[in-house]
């Protein structure tokens, strides 16, 4: 028996998936689940160039603007909101398109992996989420990353020495369970997915790609990145939140605590995003069942959405893609598509 549908539309930062997610929503009718660990947070718009209410264009969006800065959000909270917000997309008999680049937020929820043994809520797990914690606040992050590379090296691989958050969860769930994560992850992955899904990865030329990034970061400056880090600092939001150790947010923010200059700070954000970018295609790489969409080959947006919906209609998410197709309006070309 076939799963319910499922649309994933993913790639890397600034390659084009806001504009195109919107054009395949309103194409099939369906609403928009944000995968993005930056959006869900109200008062963060600009640096994680959140979608303008009237850029959605009538269409519905779920996990934006959901959660204040000062909490915490992560794949198993991903996971439960995105399935909350499915089940009332299905009654309401439209199809859910995930949108977004985070990798591992969009595999927890196609492959319903279980992380029950990983979000051990006794107080033995408190402690040593702070032991860690202390780690490194006092002997650096550094400290940390070769902790895992003892335990874990297979999740050391994956995971940015800095991305503080993911390399705790990984020894938090070695020493809870005596067993590496890595290995739970792949024995996660082998599973059957609920859903009749289909999963597309947006790609650029690497040069175009990087040049987005750039302007778009760019952008964010002109359009008061700065002026909005320093609203949030003097809210009281710090550079230990999660929130805070954003790409654009921690630069700023080091800046504003008397780190460097400020173009140094613009040259960091573009340099990491830049990086970001380039780990995201691996990840995406290493993924199954991925239909890859190079944006550079086709002549226009109207041309991309159309092979969308053929693959939707092959896949038989969407029966009548075929004949949508003839309705699509013309005259939207790929240079529209927003960074």
């Known amino acids: 028996m076939k799963g319910k549908p499922l649309i994933i539309l993913t790639g890397p930062t600034a390659v084009g998936k806001t504009k195109l997610s919107i054009s395949l929503a309103k194409a099939v009718g369906g609403e928009i689940i944000s995968a993005d660990s930056m959006q869900v947070y109200r008062q963060m718009d600009i640096g994680s160039a959140k979608v303008k209410p009237e850029e959605m264009e009538g269409v519905v969006h779920h996990l934006i603007d959901v959660l204040d800065p000062g909490e915490e959000f992560h794949v198993v909270r991903f996971q439960q909101m995105a399935k909350e917000a499915m089940e009332g997309i299905y009654r309401r008999g ?10 591992f937020y969009i595999q927890a929820l196609v492959r319903d992996i279980d992380f029950s043994q990983a979000e051990d809520p006794s107080a033995e797990k408190g402690l040593l989420r702070k032991r860690l914690e202390e780690i490194a606040l006092h002997q650096g992050e550094e400290a940390l990353y070769k902790m895992l590379l003892e335990v874990d090296p297979e999740s050391a691989k994956s995971i940015h020495p800095n991305n503080r958050k993911r390399v705790i969860r990984a020894l938090e769930y070695y020493w809870l369970t005596g067993s590496p994560i890595s290995r739970h992850n792949e024995e996660q992955k082998q599973k059957t997915s609920p859903y009749q899904f289909v999963c597309f990865v947006l790609i650029r030329d690497r040069a175009v790609l990087y040049d987005r990034i750039n302007r778009r970061v760019d952008q964010m400056i002109e359009e008061g990145l700065v002026e909005e880090v320093k609203r949030l600092a003097a809210m009281g939001y710090t550079r230990d939140m999660v929130s805070m150790q954003g790409l654009g947010y921690k630069e700023i923010l080091d800046w504003l ?46 041309a991309i959405l159309k092979h969308l919906l053929n693959c939707c209609r092959e896949r038989g998410i969407w029966k009548d893609a075929e004949q949508e197709c003839e309705k699509i309006p013309e005259g939207n070309t790929e240079k529209e598509l927003e960074l």
């Open 257 to 302: 605590n008397g780190e460097g200059t400020l173009p140094e700070a613009i040259y960091k954000i573009k340099r990491d995003t830049r990086h970001f970018a380039k780990r995201q295609i691996t990840w995406f790489k290493r993924e199954q069942d991925t239909e890859w969409v190079s944006m550079d080959s086709f002549e226009s947006e109207e």
């Open 94 to 103: 439209h199809i859910p398109i995930v949108t977004g680049g985070t990798g």
